[in-house]
């Protein structure tokens, strides 16, 4: 730990840090200040950009949400029936689904939020799928939903179209005039959101200093959960998420949880050779964290080059899944105790959300699942000897097959309970670990340039697909597999698209 603390002091993870937290555009590649923090900074907190303090426009959004969720939520804003809003649609992709996504599924079993949502219902639409529109939508009635569209500049394809898909059910339920009335925005572009249909008044906007992986805590993610949950719980998940904005900023190397996970992420994934993480929370509410993650973590640090564009001499990034316990025991914990080495991130709760005691049972459901989470770190430490299973009496042929080597790196987390205070703290935990990652292998944790060639790509198919389906000619415009694979499809799709005609 002296040697990795002495290599944060090196690479100037503290000045870094300083930096993010000063407005200064450490995101270099696209010239832009990385300032997720302001978005749970409090009133009188002072986060500058470009010379201007931003909070007092965060907090502007801010009490626009709160104003406009207390309206829905309390029957007072009504559709175009006069029957009020109860069910709500999000549409958006990537980190406007995620991030959001993960939220909602921690608050849905908490106790004081499970009240506050009563029998509203929060839904997600975020592949381009037709299926998962029919998902999202099901069971649903025009009348008593709400929309919310995020996209930034609105012109993102997949979300775009979804919109376009879900204002059709509408407008065939309800007529033009109604898209207005039943739908709202999270976007910057009020031209394009005025030409949607939906009135500006009810557009929400955020900055282009919040990456799309980290703005949760933008107006993204606190429309639909504030309209779920009410504002004040999602006020206090911004809180939670605060506190360790502080800790991040103002500890010292050697007490800053994000840093110290941090280093000890390089220290796997770059010094011993680890490529991936599992992330594995022992809590069934948290089971969209390890999705999340994922993009904050992938999407950060799955870079090849350094912030001075050079190619970097070392492996950076981690390959990031999970699963909750106990359901990841069954499925690829073999590997992991047995296979290839994984360090694991353990994630645990002192008082569950609903705790079940059965008159009988040694112990109750939830420390059932706790002894789980305390034994794993301690098989992977110390794992399983020839020794010991040969005083054990397995037979000769069974011990290789039997034995653990151990000396498995994991860390384990113990959160009191799952708030929505604490659910802050654990996503801002996570966000600013990615954060020290970046700043010790010296790349661009803020950008994502690698995923624009697949979406280039993807028009010009697109266009290849209309002109080929126009002229009745075949493919011919890439390589002889996919020429190969996309004339099949477009062959064997000829009988469906009759249907629509």
């Given at each position: 730990?002296d ?10 993870v ?10 200064e ?10 300032l997720?923090?302001?978005l749970r ?6 986060i500058?950009?470009?010379?201007q303090?931003?909070?007092p426009?965060?907090h ?12 829905v ?16 649609v999000?549409?958006?992709?990537g ?7 993960f ?16 029998k509203r ?9 037709p299926?998962d529109?029919?998902?999202?939508l ?9 929309v919310v569209?995020v996209?930034k500049?609105?012109t993102?394809?997949e ?7 879900v204002?059709?059910w ?17 976007s910057?572009n ?17 900055w282009?200093w ?7 805590c933008?107006a ?9 949950y ?7 998940f ?6 360790v904005?502080?800790h991040?900023?103002d500890?010292?190397?050697?007490s ?6 941090g280093l ?5 994934a ?17 089971s969209k964290l390890a999705?999340?993650?994922q ?7 799955g ?6 564009g ?11 899944f ?9 499925s690829f914990?073999?590997l992991?105790?047995?296979g ?11 008082k ?6 059965l008159?009988?049972?040694m ?13 794993q ?7 399983k ?21 151990g ?11 799952l708030?929505p205070?604490t ?6 935990m ?9 700043f ?5 944790s803020f950008?994502?340039w690698g ?12 266009k ?6 126009n ?5 011919t ?7 190969f694979?996309?004339n099949?499809?477009?062959k064997?799709k000829?009988e ?6």
């Amino acid at each position: 730990m002296d040697l990795l603390l002495n290599l944060a002091t090196e690479a100037k993870v503290n000045e870094k840090i300083g930096k993010m937290f000063a407005g200064e555009r450490i995101n270099e590649t696209e010239n832009r200040a990385v300032l997720h923090v302001a978005l749970r900074a409090p009133k009188d907190e002072v986060i500058t950009c470009d010379g201007q303090n931003v909070v007092p426009a965060v907090h502007e959004v801010l009490d626009k949400i709160k104003a406009f969720s207390e309206k829905v939520r309390s029957g007072k804003w009504v559709g175009a029936t006069g029957k009020p809003l109860t069910d709500v649609v999000c549409i958006g992709i990537g980190g406007s689904f995620l991030g959001p996504l993960f939220v909602h599924t921690a608050l849905q079993t908490e106790p004081k939020c499970a009240e506050a949502a009563g029998k509203r219902q929060l839904r997600f639409l975020s592949n381009v799928d037709p299926i998962d529109v029919a998902l999202a939508l099901d069971g649903l009635e025009p009348e008593t939903t709400l929309v919310v569209i995020v996209s930034k500049t609105f012109t993102t394809a997949e979300t775009m179209l979804n919109a376009r898909t879900v204002r059709s059910w509408i407008i065939a339920a309800l007529g033009k005039d109604a898209v207005a009335k039943h739908m709202v925005a999270v976007s910057t572009n009020l031209k394009l959101v005025s030409e949607f249909g939906i009135d500006t008044a009810n557009v929400f906007a955020f900055w282009d200093w919040v990456g799309g992986r980290f703005s949760v805590c933008s107006a993204v993610g606190v429309v639909p959960l504030a309209l779920q949950y009410g504002f004040e719980n999602v006020e206090e998940f911004l809180q939670g998420a605060w506190d360790v904005d502080k800790h991040f900023r103002d500890a010292s190397l050697e007490s800053n949880i994000p840093v110290l996970l941090g280093l000890i992420g390089v220290w796997n994934a770059t010094f011993l050779g680890y490529p991936s993480r599992a992330i594995l929370p022992y809590c069934q509410s948290l089971s969209k964290l390890a999705p999340h993650i994922q993009q904050v973590s992938m999407e950060s640090n799955g870079k090849g080059v350094t912030i001075e564009g050079l190619p970097t001499p070392y492996p950076t990034g981690q390959i990031d899944f999970g699963e909750p316990g106990t359901n990841g025991q069954h499925s690829f914990y073999q590997l992991i105790h047995q296979g290839r080495v994984i360090p694991c991130d353990f994630i645990g709760i002192i008082k569950s959300q609903h705790s079940v005691y059965l008159k009988g049972e040694m112990v109750s459901n939830h420390d059932e699942l706790m002894c789980n989470f305390f034994a794993q770190a301690d098989a992977l430490a110390y794992g399983k000897t020839k020794e010991q299973l040969l005083s054990e009496g397995v037979p000769e042929a069974l011990v290789s097959h039997k034995t653990f080597t151990g000396n498995r790196p994991s860390l384990s987390i113990l959160l009191p309970t799952l708030t929505p205070y604490t659910v802050g703290q654990l996503l801002a935990m996570y966000e600013h670990q990615v954060a020290v990652q970046g700043f010790v292998w010296g790349i661009n944790s803020f950008d994502q340039w690698g995923v624009e060639l697949g979406k280039v790509l993807a028009l010009k198919v697109r266009k290849e697909v209309s002109l080929s389906r126009n002229k009745g000619t075949k493919v011919t415009a890439f390589n002889y597999s996919t020429n190969f694979l996309l004339n099949q499809y477009l062959k064997e799709k000829e009988e469906v698209m009759k249907t629509f005609d």
